[in-house]
């Protein structure tokens, strides 16, 4: 069955959620909220989805499918948006504030990028090009959108996927902490 790209709509948001969480430091959230199991994380960013202005919103958000089944998913978003996309977020993970994943202390992009911020692939379905694919549509929202840079940030302990970005076309343009980790921010001229 062939594989599409197109824009994510609301209806796509329980399979979005999981792949979001799969970019997402999953274990760190559940240890610092006992409560939280995974499902009661995956509602979450499901609701995130949903909403018309978060960071994980449907309309930040392009999807791959094959037939009825989304198998990837990027979000990207103008960098000069991210405080006020993030604030919900941050009004809904309060309970994480003054912890090391206090989310209102990082600042993962700013004004002058389009901003890669989650990227996730179905682990059945990797290896089949769909990362590109949603690489190359997400170049072409952000050219279409008048950006002539898109960023991303790479945890430094993943030299696979920072090997990814560079074959990509992504330079390296500094460090920035995230969540007690450093990570190299890279942009690629588009």
Known sequence: MEITVRDCTKADAPAVAWLVMSAWPVEEFLAMDPSMTLDSLHDRIKKYVEAENTLYSYRNTIVAVEGKKVCGAVNGYDGAMYEELKRPVIEDLSGFRDSP???????????GEFYLDSIGVDPSMRSRGIGSMLFEAAFDRARKLGFSKVGLIVDVDKPKAEALYLRLGFTHAGLKDFFGHQMKHMQKDV
Do not use: G, L, R
């Open 101 to 111: 994943n206090d989310f209102s202390k990082v600042k993962e992009t700013e004004a």
